[in-house]
């Protein structure tokens, strides 16, 4: 019966993958098993079709071969993408794991359940090892699958050997991609690669998808960013399908050098370190252009640390299933760990778990300190490849925006904010810079804290920072962060609380996130502008916070991106929909009132777009400071939390003053910024002033001129220049008399007309911010060094500035001095004169007080000693010295102590040179 059932069913199965059968004699087989003929676009969407049913890439299930076999429960299919001529396709590949199932249990009477394929003991469900490590290869326990949750997260390795022909380089990338609201993010990090040139994506025929120039990214060596903008959605079906590769070309092969798919991996969501894999060739050309990746996660809540390899070019072909590999675990030449499992040749992914990882070897892994050996056993020999251990590498941001929505005790309603910029560095330090706008009263706690483990009221501080705290801003660095610290950084679960005089718990708290690279804001260079409730009169009581970067691109259009917290959504909307706010631009206008430019409303908290064809007045205003970006929401429709921009820019009007010193050559986007929140600026008469700008003081406006250098506020006197005329006139607007015209010559200029004659028909001059009468003339102010006298200028019809060097005049004499080390010219010095000049008798009445003298903030009197004080020096040295007051100046002198025969010497105090303890020995002195 067993025979005649097993023949039936060889002869109506068709399927090509591993199931379990019998054959005559009740033994157990693999037959031949092929999945169905059905295409993948019978139903739109790519994948298998099994049994007739449609299964997705990689998804994994029982076979059910109906009766009278049924399930097999002991059989696992997986969906697996393949590329025929061409095109992506999918296979079903199947295997038994009847052999995964443990040997030996902890009970006398195993049972096996229904629905089960391995026995287990009563009330224990038992998976099987390979199993479950199939089920999280690099998350560890279940609850390690919660992942960053920032979007779709994508990994290639890109190595010589996926080009056609291969490239026998030294060189190897890893590209991390994530797909976030239509864009793809991505950060390259790559090593042998002498200045890449271009990143360019295709298909599997090759055709070139999009391109990407690589520029020099500020502050990331070996890293190259990019975003690909508004996907196309056949090119993001072509990406979910590992139907994208990604190239990187070099000046030396402009074709490319290394190359990789791009593909989806659980182990990207959760991943903490990473390291990216060199071989080691010695020579070997036929190694050269492989490479691989290692994954590790952190299991936070004991002491493991799961990792995931990726090899490509390493391996060649070979009939066996798999080949033994062994991962090291290696510092400063130190073996910590080994561990040693198995690979297939087939997909070339390798994956276990390092166990009892000690602290040290936790903080030696969180500094940078361990390296990853990767030892092969091919059939051509044994091939190894090794790399750093750091840290994560990707081109983002992280940053925190700080709100009484979150605050621990229940919300707040101060109205403040806080912004805090955070840095993890391949060392594992946690650098950040804090600015808080608004609390209630004195700040007196700033700490960093993450969830307490075992305790959900709880929280764990990491480390408290009030000790970097002054003046609303803290920067510092958190230096010992350990392996689970830094995998509960990436993986956004920890917070920034303030606590203060009035909310000792907590007034305003943030988690810091992850900040997606964006190349229109150069990396969010510098602190965020800070919106905030306070910034209104009188200051609006609210929860809600946010911080925000805005930016002009070479088109003079305006980029912006907007972040809040505690923003409500609106009624009856479900999580991940558009929330209750409209981001504005509100122009400030005292003569024809405040206009209000809508920009976006707010999806995930998160406002962020493009505003082309500016008015050039609007412009003008951003160029000024006269802008405020406004969060409005129905509770508050004028406005709930804003903040100043002053966006230096020249696309204004061509005669309008603008802070060129703001922008660049590089054509690169001017960034705005909020002055008080620009940690350069300098605070002086009340208000704040930008680093590197100068202004007329208020002290003094028509002959003073200021300039902020780093925090420092510099003040110079106009410097007027020597006239050609014999009777100068003054202005009133003007500092410097000037040569009157043929026009004005004897007349008495009005304030009035001196006001309209020096803007309608003056000159603005950009270093001193003053306007200048027609015909005028004056030094030029270039900040930070002040007025220069070897150049004048002259202010010319049409509003033209001419500046030119002065010529010095000759000399005749045979030593010329400057008498001044700020002018410009040197002069002949006068003449000695041999006539004996007579002495006042004052000064000899005043010769007695002459005479003391004075020494740091004490005064000695004539002949008086003393010894001095010196810093550093050693008690006898500074005996030694003996200082003497002689009409009115300090002489010190090194008294030399006498050599003594006795062999053993003390000092007493007060006392220069030492004496004999036995009381015999030959003096000198």
Known sequence: MAHSLCTL??????????????????????????????????????????????????????PDL???????????????????????????????????????????EPILPEGECCKRCPDTKIVPDNLAKEYS????????????????????????????????????????????????????????????????????????LYEHDVHETVGKSNMICGQWRNLPNTHLRYLDSGMVFVTVTTRSYRDGEVRGRIVTHRATSTETFSSLLLPE???????????????????????????????????????DDSLEISVQFVRRG????????????????????????SKNQQRWLARGQVNVLVRLNLPSGRTNAQGDITPLRTCNEMHSVMSGSSALDGPTYTGATGSAMITLTDDGVIEYTIRLIGVETAVIGLTLEVPHPKKSHKRKILDDIIRFYKNGWAYGKYDKPSAGDIHNLLMNKISINVATVEHPTSEIRGQIKHLLYNGH????????????????????????????WISLDRDCALHYEIITEGLQMAKGKEKHSKLNGLAELIIIDEAFGNQKIVLNTF?????????????????QYLNEGNVFIQISTKAHPDGEIKGQVTLPNSCGRQDAPNLMEHTNNNNMPSIGFNVEADPRSCYFESEYHVDGSSWSPKFDKKCSTCTCTRLAVICDPVVCPTLNCSSPVELPEECCPVC???????????????????????????????????????????????????????????????????????????????????????????????????????????????????????????????????????????RCIRCQCKEGKATCKLRKCPKTDCENEMYIDGECCPICLDGVGKTDS
């Not at 996660?297 to 390493?314: A, P, R, W």
């Not at 409730?533 to 200051?539: H, T």
């Not at 999806?603 to 412009?619: P, S």
């Open 603 to 619: 999806d995930d908290d998160l406002a962020i777009g493009r505003l082309a064809d500016l008015d050039e007045d609007v412009l």
């Open 9 to 62: 069913f060889l002869l109506c199965i068709t399927i090509t993958i591993s199931a379990i059968m019998c054959l005559p004699g009740g033994k157990a087989v693999a037959p031949v098993i092929k999945a169905d003929d059905d295409p993948r676009h019978s139903k739109g969407l790519e994948g298998c079709s099994f049994g007739g049913n449609f299964y997705e890439f990689h998804e994994t299930w029982n």
């Open 334 to 357: 130190k073996l910590l760990n080994e561990v040693t499992t198995s690979i297939r040749p087939m997909d070339a992914v390798f994956a276990d778990v390092w166990s009892r990882v």
């Open 521 to 548: 804001f150069a990396r969010h260079q510098g602190m965020p502008i800070p919106l905030a409730g306070v910034n209104f009169v009188p200051p609006v009581q609210t929860s809600i916070a946010g911080h925000a």
């Open 740 to 878: 009157p015209s043929k026009e004005t010559e004897g007349k008495e200029i009005t304030e009035e007309e001196n006001k309209l004659n020096s803007h309608d028909e003056g000159c603005f001059f950009e270093g001193d911010k003053k306007f200048h009468a027609m015909g005028s003339t004056w030094h030029p102010y270039v900040p930070p060094f002040g007025y220069m006298k070897c150049a004048l200028c002259k202010c010319m019809p049409g509003n033209q500035v001419n500046c030119s060097k002065i010529r010095c005049p000759e000399l005749h004499c045979d030593a010329p001095v400057r008498l001044n080390p700020m002018d410009c010219c040197q002069t002949c010095p006068e003449q000695i004169t041999t006539t004996p000049r007579t002495i006042p008798s004052y000064e000899f009445m005043a010769d007695d007080s002459n005479s003391a003298c004075y020494v740091g903030k004490r005064r000695y009197e004539a002949d008086e000693e003393w010894v001095p004080e010196i810093n550093g020096a050693s008690s006898p040295t500074s």
């Open 137 to 208: 290869e690099v998350h560890g326990d279940h609850e390690s699958f919660e992942g960053r949750n920032i979007g779709e997260e994508f990994l290639s390795v890109m190595t010589g050997s996926e080009m056609q022909p291969r490239v026998t380089t030294d060189g190897a990338a890893r590209g991390h991609f994530l797909f976030v609201n239509g864009d793809l993010h991505f950060s390259i990090y790559f090593k042998g690669l002498k200045k890449p040139r271009q990143v360019y994506f295709s298909d599997v025929l090759n055709n070139t």
């Open 66 to 108: 109906g009766d009278p076999i049924g399930v097999m429960l002991c059989v696992r299919c997986t969906c697996e993408r393949v590329v025929k001529r061409g095109e992506l396709m999918g296979q079903v590949s199947c295997r038994n794991i009847k052999n995964e199932c443990p040997k030996e249990l902890p009970c006398d």
């Open 281 to 319: 060739t010695e020579g070997d050309r036929q190694r050269k252009g492989g490479g691989g990746i290692v994954m590790m996660t952190v299991n936070e809540d004991s002491n493991k640390i799961n990792f995931v390899g990726v090899l490509q070019g390493m391996i060649e072909d070979t009939e």
